[in-house]
């Protein structure tokens, strides 16, 4: 499987948004990557993680982000949920259906998702596996955002700001950084 050519089926590739998730999706793959040698005892599907940390992101052009170039009609958080979506059409495998799904904020839950009304279906939405987590992490160290483009984020920042969404996300990703040695 190409994870480029099916990015390539979504994202026409002389767009900016097409170059912005590319980047986006090469940067974290390289961190993931990273922090996966790191956890060579864990033995993490490093194939597995390459190809899924390419697609993580792939919902994000149905989405309205005006900055990004992104025109769709669903709010940004739900990104993750059309993802999974647009890769089980795709006939992959449901695991990588799951990273795109799984790895917003530091996961969500079905809790989460109904006591602030958020816009995504009414199910748990929390990294399980290892390469799931792995990605998820080497996520937050990169934002798409032009404004923050090349601006590099701090473990300490990372939780601070999911502190601010909520206090159970920078407690989980905080976990997993520890996990990690990050």
């Not at 480029?4 to 097409?18: R, S």
């Not at 090469?26 to 033995?43: D, F, G, M, P, R």
């Not at 992959?92 to 009304?117: D, F, M, Q, W």
Request: charged share 25%; with cysteine.
């Amino acid at each position: 499987m190409d994870p480029f050519a099916i990015i390539e089926k979504f994202y026409p590739p002389d767009t900016k948004l097409y170059q912005i998730l590319v980047e986006h999706s090469q940067i974290v793959t390289k961190k993931s990557i990273e922090i996966a040698s790191n956890l060579k005892h864990l033995n993490p599907d490093l194939e597995f993680i390459k190809k899924a940390s390419m697609l993580h992101d792939i919902g994000i052009y149905l989405t309205e982000a005006k900055s990004l170039g992104c025109g769709g009609d669903f709010p940004y958080i739900c990104h993750g949920y059309l993802g999974r979506k647009l890769l089980d059409k795709q006939g992959l495998p449901r695991e990588y259906g799951l990273v795109c799904e799984r790895h917003t904020g530091a996961g969500i839950t079905k809790n989460n998702i109904i006591s602030n009304n958020l816009p995504l279906p009414h199910r748990d939405m929390v990294p399980k596996t290892l390469e799931e987590k792995i990605i998820c992490v080497a996520d937050k160290y990169h934002s798409k955002s032009p404004k923050k483009a090349g601006k590099k984020i701090t473990t300490k920042q990372i939780i601070k700001d999911l502190g601010k969404i909520n206090k159970n996300h920078a407690k989980r990703f905080s976990i997993w950084v520890e996990e990690f040695k990050l």
